[in-house]
């Protein structure tokens, strides 16, 4: 009695074990519009469609002559009715599944979409083949209906529920030839895979502008602009500068100018935090004037562009071909976040300082509790800097063109700071001469 129980035990828990959610899952899709059909090649690890119990063969092989139809039911459960594909805004049908076969994991046949089709409908496995069955891959043709391969095509995924972590690896293959490669995680959504510059520019102003309000070093940063500095002319031109100088080093970014080496995000996220530290010190000892703020601003504004560009990185491919008209999008969504920001913070820190504590007070409190937030960021990151070795150039015409190019993006830079610092000055030398007591004639 106790034998059979024990034994009954063993078993569910090695079923529980045989479907429990895999950790890391890649998936792989093609994706090609011909004529007036779309293709869909996708494969998934087998362990990863936890609901079907596929036959097995002695400690744990893939049963492969009576394994056809739990694949196809498989790839019914979670490719045929999850996936969504769109043509223009019009949702397709359902898709016939074409084809559907085990492979070895070991299979390389998905480095393209010919091979990867040739593999479904070409032989299958013999059935001798010990596969362990969570070892196996499930290739899949699903075929949709379309009206014409020229149309726009958008595609919701829909696998983020194969495992804990769902890398999904796509690539698009229009009737041009000019290939598009996907790779991200979980559920992005609706991807639209040629998207008009105006879709692309609409996701992206979204993007910055949840962005800026996710970031909290971000938030921090521009609270310390607004405590010392709550009128809305100076803000105006501060927060301005912030802005024009991170879209300077992201739109340079962006475009590969930045370094790619392993140590240059952490060395940024370092300064940005120095960043905050500084401002948060600057308001507690005094903040300087609105013509040094700004400048000051921007310089710390650059700095965090870098820092805007690293979590741009993997939404990028979702720009199409109009990258330039979404970094802009990008910036303009920040800009919004910032002035939704100020919007709030403005009014908030006049009712403080008007009804709780003095200003200057006040000012010294919440600086210094940012200060010290960001002094624990700036060690931390620190810590992380020191892990990587920082290695001299190479001096050689890449190193040459790269240096000529900032060179040339520091002397514009510069040359923008004088001139706004030019306009400031004559601005603020005529309003002390209409603001100087005029001294009346004896004669008169």
Not at 2 to 18: E, K, Q, T
Not at 98 to 103: E, G, I, Q
């Amino acid at each position: 009695m106790r034998v059979g129980i024990a034994i009954s035990g063993l078993l569910l828990a090695m079923g529980a074990a045989a479907h429990d959610i895999p950790n890391d899952v890649t998936v792989q899709m093609f994706l090609r519009p011909a004529g007036d059909k779309l293709d869909l090649l996708v494969r998934v690890p087998v362990k990863a469609m936890r609901d079907t119990d596929f036959p097995k063969l002695g400690p744990g092989y893939l049963d492969l002559a009576h394994a056809g139809q739990f694949l196809q039911d498989a790839a019914t459960v979670w490719l045929v009715r999850a996936v969504e594909m769109y043509e223009g805004n019009s949702r397709l049908a359902e898709p016939r599944l074409m084809a559907v076969r085990a492979s070895l994991e070991s299979d390389k046949s998905f480095a393209s979409y010919e091979s990867a089709l040739g593999n479904i409908v070409g032989p299958r496995l013999p059935e001798s083949t010990q596969v362990p069955w969570d070892q196996a891959m499930l290739d899949a043709w699903l075929e949709y209906p379309i009206s014409s391969d020229q149309a726009q095509f958008s595609i919701r995924p829909g696998v983020e529920r194969l495992g804990l972590r769902v890398v999904t690896v796509l690539r698009f293959l229009p009737p041009s030839g000019a290939t598009r490669a996907f790779e991200f995680e979980g559920d992005p959504g609706v991807i639209r895979l040629d998207p008009r510059w105006y879709q692309a520019s609409l996701r992206f102003v979204q993007a910055g502008f949840l962005h800026i309000l996710d970031g909290t070093d971000h938030l921090l940063f521009l609270l310390c602009l607004v405590i010392p500095f709550r009128q809305f002319r100076q803000l105006l031109l501060i927060v301005t500068s912030f802005t024009v100088a991170h879209s300077f080093t992201l739109i340079a970014s962006a475009y590969g100018m930045g370094p790619d080496a392993l140590w240059f995000p952490p060395l940024i996220e370092t300064l940005i935090a120095m960043s905050i530290l500084y401002m948060a010190l600057e308001n507690i000892v005094g903040a300087s004037s609105v013509g040094r703020r700004w400048m000051v601003t921007f310089a710390f504004g650059l700095v965090h562009g870098f820092g805007f560009s690293f979590a741009l990185r993997q939404t990028l491919q979702f720009a199409g071909s109009h990258m330039l008209t979404s970094l802009v999008s990008f910036n303009l969504g920040v800009e919004l976040g910032q002035l939704l920001v100020l919007a709030v913070c403005i009014p908030l820190l006049d009712l403080l300082f008007r009804y709780v504590v003095a200003e200057r007070m006040g000012t010294i409190i919440l600086s210094a509790l940012v200060g010290h937030t960001a002094w624990h960021w700036m060690t931390d990151r620190w810590n992380q800097l020191r892990q990587f070795r920082i290695s001299t150039p190479v001096l050689n015409a890449a190193f040459a063109a790269s240096a000529m190019r900032w060179a040339m993006f520091i002397i514009a830079l510069g040359g923008i700071v004088w001139l706004v610092s030019l306009v400031l000055s004559k601005k603020e030398l005529a309003k002390k001469r209409l603001n100087k007591p005029q001294v009346a004639n004896v004669g008169d």
